[in-house]
């Protein structure tokens, strides 16, 4: 299989990554992502990976606390699977830097835009945590931000749903999976695979989307190959 894409930011949530568990980490799961990243830097494919944090935190979700505090929280929470993530990943033999949005020089990079492509170039994966660093933008605006500061190819929307679907496939047993879908109709028909800012970001900056689950075999890589699996949003 040959890759379409060079560049790619692989946005997981941290659903995904708890796996069966529903919260904190899965190591199966790391695993299987660590060993798909792996084959796309074999093929040439130089990958950023954004981390989300919902497996141990979400700031939006809590309903008393002060929403910035309960941001941050949620941005450390994205520090504890990149981690994670790079431990696995260095594991399986693939090099790995951590950069993060919230200075933490002990345990990773800061995040330098430069150093970041530099990284890339040589093959080197950079996983981006804690976000865009501010509270009130979600993980899938800091992957749409990263995106466009790396210029990526496109975003790889990793989740545990396989596609974009017209309703809420969990509740509604005839929601209908979308194949195509453009930035406006995340937008305007409010699909909630991407919340409004992120999805704005990408169509100003003519970044592609691909959504598909993360726990199909390979699907990873077969994204990164241009497959028709899961929804393409362009």
Known sequence: ?????????????????????????????????AHQIRKAVEMGVQVAVVVGGGNFWRG??????????????????????????QDSLESNG????????????????PYIRRRAISHLSKNIVVIFAAGTGNPFFSTDTAAALRAAEIEADVILLAKKVDAVYDDDP?????????????????????????????????????????????????????AICGEKIGTIVE
């Open 1 to 33: 299989m040959e890759p379409k894409y060079k560049r790619v930011v692989l946005k997981l949530s941290g659903e995904a990554l708890a796996g069966e568990n529903r919260f904190g980490l899965s190591e199966e799961m790391l695993n299987t992502v």
């Open 60 to 85: 939006r979700a809590s309903k008393s606390m002060d929403r910035a505090t309960a941001d941050y929280m949620g941005m450390l929470a994205t520090c504890i699977n990149a981690l994670a993530l």
């Open 94 to 109: 693939v090099p790995t830097r951590v950069q993060t949005a919230i200075e933490m020089k002990e345990i990773a990079e």
């Open 170 to 222: 969990q509740v509604n047993a005839d929601a209908k999976p979308f194949d195509k879908l453009t930035h406006m109709d995340l937008l305007n028909k409010s699909l909630g695979v991407m919340d409004s800012t992120a999805a704005s970001l990408c169509m100003d900056n003519h970044i592609p989307i691909h959504v598909f689950s993360l726990n199909e075999q390979d699907n990873v890589i077969k």
